[in-house]
């Protein structure tokens, strides 16, 4: 691949003039980020239903814990899917992502129940996922009052045990529910941007006839590409910086990753998605269907298939397969992770690497359906 570098400088410099007069292009990165991040954080909200836990039994398993423990096996509100001894194996599984929430059922629950009628049980939620913190309260607090009153019916006391739920929120210690969503419309801002861009620029040249002319020039078609995506790709890092300024300076977002890895992170995706633009519009030429064809791939499994809005736990096996090849689904998992837990590598690895693996493929597939004829 032979790149010349005054040919590539002078196809730079047309687009960046063309971008200074060309008002569609301005507004799609500065003003389109700014209202989407607006309406994302003022406009929308979730819910669940279904919480996934993790018990640790820390002493012997009497017959209060295991009457304990048959309370939440019964109920259609939650799934214990790991028992453990140790608290350890369960907060790696609340890092991996495995289960939602962790209650601990204590050495001297038992002893406590019996002479005082007071016991406490710990419950370890991952405040990454506010939604589903608040439901685990909810349902385990239910949970527990009508595992007392069976308690209160069987021993025929009069006094109702106080259960105490000790309850712990991690990466999210404001317990709100709208940093889910604030944090997730900088992936949608950035689906939306980076393909619309290249895929409306592009297909314009087509319809103007400036492609024929570059067609015409010595300029090779790794340069084309180079010259449209680089530009453009520029415009989206404005774009990103800028809706992750709203969602700071509006919705008091907190940060606690490294900006360094969250600019890259942004810098692997623009990448994605530019491609994808150049691609679309490479293949219809058009920028009416660029147009709709932009939105189709980027909107619709943005807000469908990536966790933004609907959890893909809760989908049918099918459509989780379908969501391993939706980008927005491994930009958000991981922006949600360098916002509210840090730089936990566990989860940032796998979803840079899947943006990755998807941005090559889009290029590979640029370089080999992008021809230098005008047919």
Known sequence: MKINLIRLKA????????????KSALLIAFVLPIALTYIFGCAISIDTNKIKIGLVIEGTQTQAVSELVDSFVGSKFVVITKVARSRELIIKDILSQKVGVGLIIPSDFSKKLIKENIAS??????????????????YVN???????????AKKGIKIVPNVIIQERFWYNEDWKANHLLNI?????VLSIVGTLLTALVVARDWERGAMEYLIATPITIYEI????????????????????ACVMIFFGTPFKGSILIFALLGFFYLILTTSLGLLISTASKSQFVASQ??????????IMLSGLIYEIETMPKIMQFITNIVPAKYLIDAMRTLFLMGNEWSILAKNIFGIVAIAAFLIFMIFRKTKKTID
């Open 11 to 22: 196809i730079l410099k047309k687009e960046f003039l063309q971008i200074r007069r060309d």
């Open 121 to 138: 049980v710990q419950l370890m939620t991952d405040g990454s996922d506010p939604n589903t913190a608040a439901f685990a309260g909810n």
């Open 142 to 152: 239910a949970i527990m009052q009508l595992y007392a009153q069976q308690l209160n």
């Open 184 to 188: 997730g419309s900088i992936g949608f």
């Open 225 to 244: 590409i180079l010259g449209k995506i680089i530009p453009y790709l520029t415009l989206g890092m404005c774009s990103f910086f800028i809706s992750f």
């Open 293 to 302: 064809g932009a939105i189709l791939v980027s909107m619709v499994p943005t």
